[in-house]
């Protein structure tokens, strides 16, 4: 009942409102005239700071926020479909491929226009992008760039994955493809590292579909292998955790090799081989490589296998995986920690009926889930602040990656911001399981007195990008993409 009579839900007819500067002087206009010697009055505009109200909080009060349902669809999480607009489940990300070749137009030289053309259509969606660069693509033009062909860097036709030799596997240890390799990415970096634009990097560009591996030619299945050696898959992943320091890079396979650098991965056989048991499943090679904690700093991603992405949600999940425990999607969750998936079957031709709604709530269950639990705002030590503390808890499978700016701001009674703060707070801190109360200093030096709504949000950098979204009932209440505290009152400073 307390948390009703804070958000106004129950009234109280007992309690006299202060209504202004006008009806207070019309009313007290005798005993104003003879004290007007003595006290000296300064009443605040009422048509800018609003009068205190019932569901006014006190200061330093402790408040419980209310639980809400999880947000349909948040930043850099959930089921992504390939570029394009779509109207059957919320989306924050699109997924594409890109060629080598359509940048590196020379030793040295790049054209960067068919990817911003890619990044630019996606932004002006209003989401982020997450993508690969590849060599060779079966099915595909060739990815490698013409002046390394026309110089007779060695290549290998094939057949398989219906390919009939329209791609060709490239001799990935040639010194002039290991250089070319290496001056695109630091070129790559140096221009894009950082591009709010962009939510994830695959490191692709070895092996089929810039997958790392080129089975069936792989010195295992058959005696020719046709795979980048070891030594150039580091170089390629040295190259790539020095250009990029802030955007977040995935790899397709956990190793010893790589579970110390900077990089994520991501499970393009979600659901299919993911679980452990197999020796080579997905999360077997995260248990070989000591990478199970990886994702508490790095994110995991991939892709739903394509076989299972028409069946997986229907009352009676299809026969395509022979062992049962391999078709286990939450599991398969809990187990990765994964955060988005590519599931292009989501969006076109999409689910109907029930399997819809199971669809929704597993794209859902990826990635994080933040609630705002309680906070309270109490005088500060000096004077001119007010002490902010909120408790944040992470219920979702996977921390947040980036470090967006986390606002508060003060609503008046107009319904608009009258002030704006930016806190130190870090998202990424918040591990799923973790509930830590972050506190802030919010100066008020020139704020009228009065009654404030609070409100928070995380800043997406992308300015139309889709908002973060809090799991509390209380989110989009008083402004879109700001969570609502409470009212409290800020005296002059």
């Known amino acids: 009942m307390k948390a009703l009579h804070r958000l106004g839900a129950v009234p109280f007819p007992n309690i006299v409102r202060p209504r202004g500067k006008a009806k207070g002087i019309a009313n007290a206009a005798a005993a104003l005239s003879l004290l007007a010697g003595l006290i000296s009055l300064t009443i605040p505009s009422a048509g800018t700071v609003p009068s205190a109200t019932a569901a006014d909080i006190k200061p330093g009060e402790w408040v419980s926020l209310a639980a809400g349902p999880a947000p349909a669809s948040n930043p850099l999480q959930g089921f992504v479909p390939y570029t394009g607009k779509y109207g059957s489940l919320p989306y924050s990300m699109e997924w594409f491929y890109i060629p080598v070749n359509a940048v590196v137009t020379g030793p040295g030289t790049y054209d960067w226009s068919a990817l911003e053309s890619q990044l630019n259509a996606i932004a002006a969606r209003g989401h982020q992008a997450v993508f690969r660069f590849y060599l060779d693509y079966p099915g595909k033009p060739t990815g490698v760039p013409k002046y390394l062909l026309d110089a007779g860097l060695a290549t290998h036709s094939y057949t398989d994955y219906g390919n009939q030799g329209i791609s060709v596997s490239p001799d990935y240890d040639d010194p002039r493809l290991a250089q070319a390799l290496d001056g695109f990415i630091a070129a790559f970096g140096s221009k894009y590292d950082g591009d709010r634009r962009i939510g994830f990097i695959q490191a692709g560009l070895l092996g089929f579909w810039g997958e790392w591996h080129t089975y069936p030619h792989d010195g295992w299945a058959s005696p020719e292998n046709w795979s980048a050696s070891a030594t150039e898959q580091q170089l390629v992943l040295q190259a790539y955790t020095a250009a990029f320091t802030r955007t977040k890079l995935q790899v397709r396979y956990p190793t010893t090799a790589n579970s110390s650098l900077s990089v994520g991965y991501h499970d393009d056989s979600f659901a299919a081989e993911t679980m452990p048991g197999t020796g080579w499943s997905f999360v077997d090679k995260l248990q070989q490589a000591g990478a199970t904690g990886k994702w508490l700093t790095q994110p995991v991603g991939g892709e739903l296998r394509?076989?299972?992405?028409?069946?997986?949600?229907?009352?009676?999940?299809?026969?395509?995986?022979?062992?049962?425990?391999?078709?286990?999607?939450?599991?398969?969750?809990?187990?990765?920690?994964?955060?988005?998936?590519?599931?292009?079957?989501?969006?076109?031709?999409?689910?109907?009926?029930?399997?819809?709604?199971?669809?929704?709530?597993?794209?859902?269950?990826?990635?994080?889930?933040?609630?705002?639990?309680?906070?309270?705002?109490?005088?500060?030590?000096?004077?001119?602040?007010?002490?902010?503390?909120?408790?944040?808890?992470?219920?979702?499978?996977?921390?947040?990656?980036?470090?967006?700016?986390?606002?508060?701001?003060?609503?008046?009674?107009?319904?608009?911001?009258?002030?704006?703060?930016?806190?130190?707070?870090?998202?990424?801190?918040?591990?799923?399981?973790?509930?830590?109360?972050?506190?802030?200093?919010?100066?008020?030096?020139?704020?009228?007195?009065?009654?404030?709504?609070?409100?928070?949000?995380?800043?997406?950098?992308?300015?139309?990008?889709?908002?973060?979204?809090?799991?509390?009932?209380?989110?989009?209440?008083?402004?879109?993409?700001?969570?609502?505290?409470?009212?409290?009152?800020?005296?002059?400073?």
């Open 306 to 493: 394509p076989e299972l992405q028409p069946c997986l949600f229907d009352a009676v999940p299809c026969p395509w995986v022979a062992d049962p425990a391999q078709k286990d999607f939450p599991g398969s969750v809990a187990a990765t920690h994964a955060s988005w998936l590519l599931n292009q079957y989501a969006f076109s031709p999409t689910y109907s009926g029930a399997a819809q709604s199971t669809a929704a709530a597993a794209s859902q269950s990826l990635g994080y889930r933040f609630q705002a639990t309680g906070f309270s705002l109490a005088p500060g030590a000096v004077k001119g602040q007010s002490d902010l503390s909120v408790t944040i808890r992470n219920t979702g499978a996977a921390p947040f990656y980036y470090d967006w700016p986390m606002q508060v701001a003060a609503v008046g009674g107009d319904g608009k911001i009258a002030r704006t703060w930016t806190t130190s707070w870090q998202l990424t801190s918040i591990k799923p399981g973790m509930a830590p109360t972050l506190a802030a200093p919010l100066s008020t030096a020139g704020l009228p007195a009065g009654y404030y709504t609070l409100v928070l949000r995380p800043v997406n950098p992308l300015a139309n990008g889709v908002p973060l979204r809090f799991a509390n009932a209380a989110q989009d209440q008083t402004l879109p993409g700001w969570l609502t505290l409470g009212r409290n009152y800020f005296p002059a400073s």
